[in-house]
């Protein structure tokens, strides 16, 4: 079935380790992108990439980086987890960047 | 103050009734404008998109964007227990397409 999958479903993680979120989309997509979603604040854009070999910065970037080797992967790496980082984390792709996001089914990340 | 404000709800409605979603925004570049459903646990789903001002319909669902106001609305008519979900306004600008900026999303319950 084509779309995107993300792993762990959820995790939890005791602070200052280390934690990569994986997403492998199979639509071909060009675009990424990843999101954190909070109660109250909705989604923030925390990494993007427009395609393979590109990202840039969100909107709340800080304590996350990302690679894209490749067209099919973007994964996300906290190198030191806080607990402000609990949160429930999005990947998305698009054909381009101006095509229709779609949404993978997110990561449950506890952070203690 | 948020570049875009969304009432969080929640909103309860019986079965059959009229329901009227809003968002505002303060950036006058955004020119893209979407309304996102999201299930419980799940990722989200894009609803409705429409480029500047005026009105999108699909169905049940009537989206409008007032650029003037900068202030967009989803409608849903003849509700179902099925709309029952996070309803999420995003917009971008011109240039910035794939940087979506979300509400914090409604939430709405259709009771039978």
């Known amino acids: 079935i084509a779309g995107i999958t993300q792993a762990p479903t959820s995790q939890i993680l005791a602070a200052g380790r280390r934690m990569t979120l994986r997403c492998t989309q199979d639509?071909?997509?060009?675009?990424m992108y990843w999101y954190r979603q909070d109660l109250g604040l909705g989604l923030r854009l925390i990494h993007y990439s427009n395609t393979a070999g590109t990202t840039g910065k969100g909107e709340v970037p800080d304590g996350y980086s990302v690679s894209r080797a490749n067209t099919d992967d973007f994964p996300l790496t906290l190198a030191s987890a806080v607990p402000s980082q609990t949160s429930v984390y999005f990947c998305?792709?698009?054909?381009?960047?101006?095509?229709?996001?779609?949404f993978g089914p997110g990561t449950r990340l506890t952070v203690l | 103050q948020k570049e875009v404000e969304q009432d969080p709800g929640p909103l309860s409605v019986p079965e059959g009734a009229i329901v009227s979603l809003n968002c505002t925004y303060s950036?006058?570049?955004?020119?893209?404008f979407m309304w996102y459903r999201q299930y419980s646990r799940k990722g989200p789903e894009l609803l409705m998109y429409?480029?500047?001002?005026g009105n999108k319909e699909d169905g049940r669902f009537t989206a409008q964007v007032d650029k003037s106001s900068k202030y967009i609305s989803l409608f849903i008519r003849d509700s179902q227990p099925s709309d029952s979900a996070t309803y999420l306004c995003a917009m971008s600008a011109r240039g910035n397409t794939g940087k979506l900026i979300f509400g914090q999303g409604t939430t709405l319950q259709v009771k039978p």
């Open positions: 950036n006058s570049a955004f020119q893209y």
């Open positions: 639509m071909r997509h060009n675009a």
């Open positions: 998305a792709s698009s054909l381009t960047v101006t095509d229709t996001q779609y």
């Open positions: 429409t480029y500047s001002s």
